[in-house]
């Protein structure tokens, strides 16, 4: 039995030590936010958040969480309230087939509570996810603009 927090929830799961995080992610517990891409690490369609840091899940062993802490897309939307990251998703039409986009929007969650105001080789350094349909420049207004939005929000609960 494995266990570690998922989206904040205690979870354990009964599944053999060395399958992919990826798949007791979608598979046994049910969150198929997190999408399959490649398998080796390369495309960034499986990226979570682990510890708070963006990792490849198809590639992670379950048992490597295990005591730990993992976040999917899931995770940002609050009571139905959308994270500033997913809101610059749509207020800079970033999806087009929108697979990718899950991984891509974690991977920028992270940077973003790194590097609340990145620059543009910090975002190139960082999202090395791949999209298909090439969203790339709306990828990087967005991120900015999540970044603003994040700025917004902290002046508000700060007042």
């Not at 891409?37 to 990226?47: F, P």
Request: glycine content about 6%.
């Amino acid at each position: 039995m494995i266990q570690f927090r998922l989206n904040d929830a205690n979870v354990a799961v009964d599944v053999p030590d060395d399958m992919p995080l990826l798949w007791v992610i979608r598979d046994k517990l049910k969150l198929t936010g997190t999408k399959f891409g490649c398998g080796i690490a390369q495309c960034g369609a499986c990226t979570v958040k682990l510890d708070g840091k963006a990792v490849r899940s198809c590639v992670i062993p379950v048992a490597a969480v295990s005591g730990r802490a993992v976040h999917t897309v899931e995770s940002l939307a609050i009571d139905s309230t959308l994270a500033p990251v997913q809101q610059a998703w749509i207020d800079e039409q970033v999806s087009q087939c929108g697979y990718c986009q899950p991984g891509i929007l974690m991977a920028v969650d992270a940077l973003l509570n790194e590097i609340p105001e990145p620059d543009d080789a910090a975002i190139d350094n960082a999202i090395t996810n791949i999209c298909r349909c090439g969203t790339y420049p709306r990828v990087r207004r967005a991120i900015h603009r999540a970044a603003e939005l994040r700025r917004g929000a902290a002046k508000l609960t700060s007042t």
